[in-house]
């Protein structure tokens, strides 16, 4: 029998207040574990001063206890006064909200924050019945935005049954893509490369042959991670992150409180060159998959990036038997070099009629153009052998 939930949502201002061990009996286990929402990867955003009020991340988790008192489903939910590091645009709804005289912010975003990776948002506990959870935790969610008199609420890079599950709660559904790698079972990165057509089999092995002639390449997991490494990495993040976003969203201490508190989950893959780091890119590891999320370097070598960030994690996902590669946000070129157009989804409540209908039209739009662009992309530009 599904455990009794009580028919009310609490709100907590740190992920702290629900606590370690009562947060992660909810994130799925095993092949379904994604570093993301864990506890320990939220805390060290909170702790670090990144994802906190001042920074426009104002936590409002909410939790769903059982009938003995215990929690039994949480959501990562955050008050936001902004939409930066987000990666889903609703840029210009606001602008057009703010322009017609609404007020956009704050808003309410479930995520984790300032990372552009599928995984579930509305987490239960085993024994739960999950659509009761959820019900409760999108409820709750939905009750929050009108008493913080907040003009919306998304939830962003949800599971695919999640997004459906908003969908059938009220929520405007949109879809948008990314690129993911797929491993059919491959014995080593020469095996992928034996289904890739000719030309893109020999352009692949050029860019690894130009990327290592004079670099050395350390794929670095665990306690081979020491804080030098965090300091190097750091300053490539820092120099990349400066350049593309004005100001980057992670600090110092975070990348410290990672290594320290989920070091076996992280993958930092780093380049030396005339014994001095030059470049790095940081991966976490799920249960199924490799993602990729942070890359920065100090000295440009060619192809280097392609090698780090794509290169590198499949070789990685081969080695560990994982089935999945996700290599971030946005980038038409890595089709070329395996990783194809993958859908990924969020749902948005916004609560004034007059921005949500032209919002709804739009999202109808843009769903049957991402579908049409997916498979246009796959066909015209994947690098692999036609059937």
């Known amino acids: 029998m599904p455990l009794i939930l009580k028919p009310s949502v609490r709100i907590h201002r740190r992920v702290s207040e629900i606590g370690q061990e009562a947060w992660d009996a ?6 379904g574990y994604n570093p993301f929402v864990a506890y320990d990867f939220l805390h060290a955003l909170e702790e670090s001063g990144c994802a906190v009020e001042r920074t426009g991340w104002g936590p409002q988790h909410l939790s769903v206890e059982d009938e003995a008192g215990e929690t039994a489903a949480v959501m990562p939910l955050y008050l936001k006064s902004h939409s930066q590091g987000e990666y889903v645009f609703d840029w210009s709804w606001a602008d057009a909200y703010e322009r017609a005289g609404g007020q956009y912010y704050p808003k309410l975003q479930c995520a984790s924050p300032f ?8 987490l239960s506990r085993p024994g739960v019945d999950r659509d009761e959870a959820r019900a409760y935790l999108l409820g709750g969610a939905l009750t929050l935005t009108d008493r913080l008199g907040a003009s919306s609420l998304h939830a962003t890079f949800m599971l695919e049954d999640e997004w459906a599950f908003a969908g059938g709660h009220g929520m405007l559904l949109r879809q948008d893509q ?7 079972g491959y014995r080593d990165f020469d095996d992928f490369l034996s289904v890739l057509s000719s030309s893109h089999r020999k352009t692949i092995r050029r860019e690894r042959r130009d990327a290592q002639a004079d670099v050395e390449i350390h794929a670095l ?3 081979e991670i020491t804080e030098d490494h965090w300091d190097a990495f750091f300053g490539f993040y820092m ?10 969203y992670l ?6 409180l990672l290594g320290e508190r989920m070091a076996e ?5 780093m380049a030396r ?5 030059i470049a790095g890119a940081l991966n976490l590891i799920g249960g199924d998959c490799i993602f990729g999320r942070n890359w920065g370097c100090v000295e440009d070598v060619p192809f280097l990036h392609f090698e780090l960030c794509y290169y590198q994690a499949i070789e990685q996902a081969i080695l560990r038997g994982l089935p999945r590669v996700e290599a971030g946000a946005q980038g038409q070129h890595k089709i070329s070099r395996g990783y194809l157009p993958t859908p990924v989804y969020s749902a948005h409540w916004i609560a004034d009629p007059a921005l949500r209908e032209p919002v709804r039209r739009y999202l109808d739009q843009e769903r049957a153009g991402v579908r049409e662009q997916i498979e246009y992309l796959t066909e015209e530009f994947s690098p692999f052998k036609k059937a």
Not at 26 to 31: H, L
Not at 239 to 247: F, L, N, P, V
Not at 265 to 269: I, P, T
Not at 273 to 277: A, F, L, N, Q, S
Request: include cysteine.
């Open 221 to 223: 997991c665990g306690k």
């Open 26 to 31: 909810c994130v799925p286990g095993g092949t």
């Open 115 to 122: 990372s552009p990776v599928t995984g579930p948002r509305l």
């Open 251 to 256: 600090n110092r201490l975070f990348f410290s």
């Open 239 to 248: 120099d990349t992150g400066g350049r593309k976003w004005g100001r980057p």
């Open 178 to 184: 990314q690129y993911h790698w797929l491993n059919n």
């Open 273 to 277: 060159k005339d014994g001095r780091w």
């Open 265 to 269: 989950q992280v993958l930092l893959v």
